[in-house]
């Protein structure tokens, strides 16, 4: 689809007149973003500069997860420097200090690990850190702040201090988002820093292009699986089920997943068979056209699903839009979109959980910024994507003993042939209001799935996690 307010921009005098008039400039360049599969070393040979102190609690991990995946990390204290040399000896990556680095190379990415700031006079780090690191900053660079979950705090000034790394990471997503760069805050739990690692990894890489401005939170809720993690080819063997297949996200999701090794079952409606078979063909899966709503389709999915031996990997993500203000939305309107996009799920959910997922599953549902921050004309699309969000937090808590992760991704705005036929200037608007000042692709949301769906992300369960660039409308 064509970004006509980006390609307008690209011209120096109508990019001049978008300045004068205060509108906000799109970025003149796409996002960096991963092409092809999953790479073992993601961070090979990126600068990153590291901060943190003596009180720091997760440095020995970000020193192994940066060597691990081929970085080159550079130390803003002497303090840092025994749990890096550990592993820069282990993976042959030393740290250097960050003064040794020429002024006039930019950084990658900046982690700071501010896990170990408890009074308020503290967050003065927050300030030296990044005040004169940022402009460094190369375009799709990252930023990583990690905390301590607030859940595992007692004293009010150690909760108050760690909180006000939320309200600072999302500021600082959208003082950096023109330039393609994000910034998100890692909250881990008591307990999870190893369980963190691939987070960590995930949310410095290009797979994390279009999530900005978001806190994640990692914990050991879920029952540890005997699974080791991998860095390529990552669902190897595994089966998964992804909904409404045939176009778009479902399209993309499938391709994403069949790239990273799984078989994958293709489903949607009878109507899209065509593009289905085809997209099935492409990738090896299994088409399976079938109606969502219909009375059987339930007991259809899990029988198709056991043949195979059950199944790994469930992407709820099939869903419609009927966007009509509540004083004109018809009754039918309104139970058609309740009933696909969210009685639809917890039906097939219902018949899949007991006999047909696997322990150390993945559940992972499609609900949306609407879902959220509600939206004009969207009543019944936004109660169905929060119904989802409930959801999940629920469903995390009854699998939780076996492994199972359950999670909601909520798309921003994200082109697709849905948004393409949104009135010209409304999207616009959609695009330039997010800290990236731009819609994201569908092989956004799949990398995210595709993350979610991956050992690595067993820390997280019962989240939502917004891929939206930092949209500046909702939490």
């Given at each position: 689809?064509?970004?006509?307010?980006?390609?307008?921009?690209?011209?120096?005098?109508?990019?001049?007149?978008?300045?004068?008039?205060?509108?906000?400039?799109?970025?003149?360049?796409?996002?960096?973003?991963?092409?092809?599969?999953?790479?073992?070393?993601?961070?090979?040979?990126?600068?990153?500069?590291?901060?943190?102190?003596?009180?720091?609690?997760?440095?020995?991990?970000?020193?192994?997860?940066?060597?691990?995946?081929?970085?080159?990390?550079?130390?803003m204290e002497d303090s840092l420097q025994m749990a890096f040399r550990v592993a820069g000896e282990a993976y042959g990556r030393?740290?250097?200090?960050?003064?040794?680095?020429?002024?006039?190379?930019?950084l990658h990415a900046i982690v700071l690990d501010a896990s170990g700031l408890e009074e308020i006079d503290a967050l003065e780090?927050?300030?030296?850190?990044?005040?004169?690191?940022?402009?460094?900053?190369?375009?799709?660079?990252?930023?990583?702040?990690?905390?301590?979950?607030?859940?595992?705090?007692?004293?009010?000034?150690?909760?108050?201090?760690?909180?006000?790394?939320?309200?600072?990471?999302?500021?600082?997503?959208?003082?950096?988002?023109?330039?393609?760069?994000?910034?998100?805050?890692?909250?881990i739990a008591e307990g999870a820093g190893v369980r963190a690692a691939p987070v960590l990894r995930f949310l410095l890489s290009?797979?994390?292009?279009?999530?900005?401005?978001?806190?994640?939170?990692?914990?050991?809720?879920?029952?540890?699986?005997?699974?080791?993690?991998?860095?390529?080819?990552?669902?190897?063997?595994?089966?998964?089920?992804?909904?409404?297949?045939?176009?778009?996200?479902?399209?993309?999701?499938?391709?994403?997943?069949?790239?990273?090794?799984?078989?994958?079952?293709?489903?949607?409606?009878?109507?899209?068979?065509?593009?289905?078979?085809?997209?099935?063909?492409?990738?090896?899966?299994?088409?399976?056209?079938?109606?969502?709503?219909?009375?059987?389709?339930?007991?259809?999915?899990?029988?198709?699903?056991?043949?195979?031996?059950?199944?790994?990997?469930?992407?709820?993500?099939?869903?419609?839009?009927?966007?009509?203000?509540?004083?004109?939305?018809?009754?039918?309107?309104?139970?058609?979109?309740?009933?696909?996009?969210?009685?639809?799920?917890?039906?097939?959910?219902?018949?899949?959980?007991?006999?047909?997922?696997?322990?150390?599953?993945?559940?992972?549902?499609?609900?949306?910024?609407?879902?959220?921050?509600?939206?004009?004309?969207?009543?019944?699309?936004?109660?169905?994507?929060?119904?989802?969000?409930?959801?999940?937090?629920?469903?995390?808590?009854?699998?939780?003993?076996?492994?199972?992760?359950?999670?909601?991704?909520?798309?921003?705005?994200?082109?697709?042939?849905?948004?393409?036929?949104?009135?010209?200037?409304?999207?616009?608007?959609?695009?330039?209001?997010?800290?990236?000042?731009?819609?994201?692709?569908?092989?956004?949301?799949?990398?995210?799935?595709?993350?979610?769906?991956?050992?690595?992300?067993?820390?997280?369960?019962?989240?939502?996690?917004?891929?939206?660039?930092?949209?500046?409308?909702?939490?």
């Open positions: 689809m064509t970004d006509f307010f980006l390609e307008l921009s690209k011209t120096p005098q109508l990019r001049e007149l978008i300045k004068t008039l205060g509108l906000p400039l799109p970025m003149p360049e796409p996002l960096s973003r991963l092409k092809g599969p999953w790479q073992a070393q993601p961070l090979q040979d990126q600068r990153i500069a590291v901060a943190g102190d003596n009180k720091s609690l997760y440095t020995a991990m970000i020193a192994e997860t940066l060597a691990l995946a081929g970085a080159n990390p550079y130390l030393p740290a250097r200090m960050l003064e040794s680095l020429d002024t006039e190379k930019n780090t927050l300030h030296a850190v990044f005040q004169p690191l940022v402009g460094r900053l190369r375009r799709s660079g990252r930023v990583v702040v990690i905390g301590q979950a607030l859940h595992d705090l007692g004293e009010s000034e150690l909760v108050a201090t760690q909180a006000a790394l939320e309200g600072f990471t999302r500021s600082l997503a959208k003082e950096i988002g023109r330039k393609g760069a994000t910034a998100n805050l890692l909250r290009a797979q994390s292009a279009f999530v900005t401005a978001q806190p994640i939170e990692v914990d050991i809720h879920t029952q540890d699986t005997a699974s080791p993690i991998a860095w390529e080819h990552v669902l190897d063997r595994k089966i998964a089920l992804v909904t409404g297949a045939a176009r778009g996200i479902g399209k993309e999701t499938a391709l994403h997943l069949a790239q990273e090794g799984a078989h994958v079952v293709c489903l949607d409606r009878p109507e899209e068979e065509g593009p289905l078979s085809h997209l099935a063909r492409e990738i090896g899966g299994t088409p399976l056209p079938i109606d969502l709503i219909a009375t059987h389709a339930p007991e259809t999915i899990a029988d198709t699903l056991r043949k195979k031996g059950g199944v790994d990997i469930v992407v709820h993500n099939a869903g419609i839009t009927r966007d009509k203000t509540i004083s004109r939305m018809k009754a039918e309107l309104w139970k058609m979109v309740l009933d696909v996009n969210l009685a639809a799920v917890v039906r097939l959910h219902r018949h899949l959980r007991e006999d047909v997922l696997r322990d150390g599953g993945r559940v992972i549902c499609l609900s949306s910024i609407a879902g959220i921050a509600g939206n004009i004309g969207q009543t019944a699309y936004a109660a169905s994507k929060a119904g989802i969000i409930g959801f999940v937090e629920r469903e995390a808590d009854h699998l939780a003993h076996r492994g199972i992760t359950v999670n909601a991704v909520a798309p921003g705005f994200i082109e697709t042939r849905l948004t393409a036929a949104i009135p010209l200037m409304i999207r616009e608007a959609g695009r330039r209001l997010s800290a990236l000042g731009q819609g994201g692709l569908p092989e956004d949301i799949a990398q995210t799935i595709t993350f979610l769906a991956s050992v690595g992300a067993q820390g997280i369960t019962g989240r939502t996690l917004r891929v939206c660039g930092g949209a500046l409308i909702g939490a």
